[in-house]
């Protein structure tokens, strides 16, 4: 690797870059394929009540079977997706397999099935002309009511509110519901909590998970919630201390390791024919 940085701030062009480039280069062609070709899957990790533990939804998350490189975590190809547009056919994709899988639950396990899902997009697909109506025109062909998907927005990425309100707008107009993921890390003022048509925060994992004497974040997020009117999830929720804390804290929703790992359909469905057992 080129080890001479010379003075400036600026970024240097290394060889190590070019052949990150031409990785990234490759990896893109074969995720534009991948998309087609079926290598992409969805787990679903349970979201319970606190403090029953009773499922009340679902978070869909994609993995990427790769041909050489096995089961893909989606940080290794959600970023160069954003980069290079293809996030665009992917969620599309993602939106289709969870929306028909909630509607395969709903056949099969009644009122047992996820009364919500929640749906990773990006703030990409929001400035797409026409998303609203594509998820519409998608609900209705598989009879799903708006109000049972989640459309999940990372708070770590600006959100331009200009370009996203109108869509955010049509969305909520739908019934279709919108949360802020990885809530606390990220750009929102309280300005644009307070104009953005949002229905939930999503506490970020760190925020879970810090020391006791140390976590004002958790108390201070669902007040915020509390008083614009919005549900609050708790995630990353690993151990019964922090479940503990988040209840007496007054959250009512959590999703994390502790209650269940993201799980494939087939699991997911076993989960439910148990809680119809019970
Ligand atoms: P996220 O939306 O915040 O999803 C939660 C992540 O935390 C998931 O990682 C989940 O497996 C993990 N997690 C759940 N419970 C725990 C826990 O108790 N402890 C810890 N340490 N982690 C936990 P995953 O599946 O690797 O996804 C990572 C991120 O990738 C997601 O973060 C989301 O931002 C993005 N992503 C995943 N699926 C999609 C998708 O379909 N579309 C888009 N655009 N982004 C996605
Ligand atoms: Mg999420
Ligand atoms: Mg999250
Ligand atoms: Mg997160």
């Known amino acids: 690797a080129a080890k001479t940085i010379t003075g400036t701030a600026c970024l240097h062009f290394t060889p190590d870059m070019a052949q990150a480039g031409a990785d990234n280069a490759h990896l893109g062609a ?19 009540a606190l403090p029953d533990r009773r499922v009340i939804g679902a978070e869909a998350l994609v993995r990427w079977e790769h041909p050489a490189h096995g089961t ?24 289709r397999t969870a ?13 047992d099935a996820p009364a919500v899902l ?3 997009v990006s703030p990409r697909d929001l400035r797409e002309p026409g998303f609203a109506a594509s998820v519409s025109a998608l609900l209705a062909e598989y009879g799903v009511a708006p109000h049972r998907i989640t459309l999940e927005v990372t708070e770590s990425m600006p959100v331009d509110p200009q370009e996203s309100a109108p869509t955010l707008s049509a969305l909520r107009s739908l019934g279709v519901r919108v949360s802020l993921d990885d809530f606390g890390t990220g750009h929102s003022t309280l300005t644009m ?5 949002i229905d939930e925060l999503k506490l970020d994992s760190s ?4 020391e006791p004497g140390r976590a004002p974040v958790a108390a201070t997020v669902l007040r ?19 479940a503990a804390r988040l209840h007496e804290l007054g959250y ?7 209650f269940a790992e993201p799980l494939s359909p087939e699991e997911f469905g076993d989960l439910l024919t148990s809680a119809q057992a019970a």
């Open 99 to 111: 929306v028909s899988q909630l509607s395969a639950w709903t056949s099969a396990h009644g009122d």
């Open 252 to 258: 009512r929703s959590a999703q994390g390791f502790l």
């Open 30 to 48: 074969e995720l534009r394929e991948a998309i087609d070709s079926g290598q992409l899957f969805l787990l679903y990790q349970p979201i319970v």
């Open 118 to 120: 929640n749906i990773n």
């Open 72 to 95: 893909m975590a989606p940080q290794t190809f959600i970023p160069l997706a954003e980069r290079t547009g293809l996030i665009v056919p992917l969620s599309r994709w993602v939106l």
């Open 193 to 197: 909590l307070h104009d953005c048509p």
């Open 224 to 242: 915020v919630a509390d008083s614009l009117g919005l549900r609050a999830i708790a995630e990353g929720v690993e151990t019964p201390d922090q």
């Open 207 to 210: 925020f879970t998970q810090a």
